[in-house]
């Protein structure tokens, strides 16, 4: 083999190593395009303080014997205590303990603080008002790379039949609640923030303004309207969660904001229409008005903070209710 041919060879396989790298980053928003429910694993040290932290990496392994499991990190300060104890509960969150989810998810000296619970037979906190709760004792610690899995096995439950609060995407989501908390009247405009990487896909109205895609609910409602929008500018776009809902009160219209994801630069283009810019390289004044304006300097914030809110309100005025911590 010639020194030429040799080196060749050399930087073929130094790309193949290259290409085979996983992106963590890009690893995790594709892990997150799995729709879960949200749980707050819970168990007491050998003094009796009640110890717990918010996690969606759970599920249920075997009906006989009863077992599930739940994934923990071992940099997380809960790690030797968890994988330690002996026992532990899964509560699974009620749609309306956000709240709690986001208090479990922060440190804290005391998260029980002002929380309703009560201690199971085997020792373990059971919150109030949850979905389900599953009390376990230990069968098994996994190692899994950067995480363990604790297997537990069920040795009481109870399920309170409410709607579970759901976590898509980096944020929260509500399925009972979410249509009539929305989608006020018959007048409604639904829009896409389709983003990639730091670019949102914009295009230009009949003035020369830049706007959102976005469409008037039709019979059919919302999901045909994204659908119909999709399939025009982005084809392998998805909606995440409801970014932004507002009235103007001088057209009686409602609006009704998505924050949605395009799969990566591969992507199909479709409409040539639209464009995915940078917000930075946008004035305020480019844009179709005030109030997209605003919501999009919103999600510039938030999207470099990982951390988006909610809008309700009118066209100038209402509040941010936050998805996640």
Not at 204 to 217: F, M, N, R, V
Not at 262 to 278: H, M, R, V, Y
Request: hydrophobic share 40%; aromatic share 10%; net charge negative.
């Amino acid at each position: 083999m010639s020194q030429e041919t040799s080196q060749l060879a050399s930087q073929q396989a130094s790309q193949l190593r290259e290409a085979a790298k996983i992106n963590t980053r890009e690893l995790r928003d594709a892990f997150g395009a799995f729709m879960t429910g949200v749980t707050i694993v819970t168990t007491a040290s050998d003094d009796g303080k009640p110890l717990g932290f918010t996690a969606n990496s759970f599920s249920s392994v075997s009906l006989d014997p009863a077992l599930l499991l739940v994934s923990i990190a071992k940099t997380s300060s809960n790690y030797q205590t968890f994988s330690t104890a002996g026992h532990f509960a899964i509560n699974i969150l009620a749609e309306g303990q956000k709240d709690l989810s986001n208090t479990f998810a922060r440190p804290s000296d005391d998260r029980f603080a002002n929380v309703s619970w009560q201690l199971s037979a085997n020792r373990n906190p059971l919150i109030n008002d949850v979905s389900a709760w599953f009390d376990c004792t230990t069968h098994a610690v996994i190692d899994a790379g950067d995480h363990a899995l604790i297997v537990g096995k069920v040795e009481a439950f109870h399920s309170a039949g409410f709607a579970g609060l759901g976590y898509y995407r980096g944020g929260y989501f509500t399925p009972a609640k979410i249509s009539a908390e929305v989608i006020a009247g018959p007048k409604v405009i639904v829009s896409a923030i389709i983003a990639r990487e730091d670019k949102v896909l914009l295009v230009k109205t009949p003035d020369g303004k830049w706007a959102l895609p976005s469409k008037e609910i039709g019979k059919e409602g919302a999901d045909k309207a994204l659908a119909e929008i999709f399939a025009r500018y982005q084809p392998d776009a998805s909606a995440s969660f409801i970014y932004s809902v507002y009235n103007n009160t001088e057209t009686h219209y409602q609006y009704i904001s998505f924050l949605c994801s395009a799969p990566d630069e591969l992507a199909t283009a479709g409409d040539t229409s639209g464009q995915f810019i940078s917000l930075e390289d946008v004035e305020t004044q480019a844009f179709q008005d005030s109030a997209l304006a605003s919501m999009l300097q919103r999600y510039r914030k938030e999207s470099e903070l990982k951390s988006y809110g909610m809008y309700f309100g009118d066209h100038s005025n209402g509040t941010v209710r936050p998805l996640h911590s």
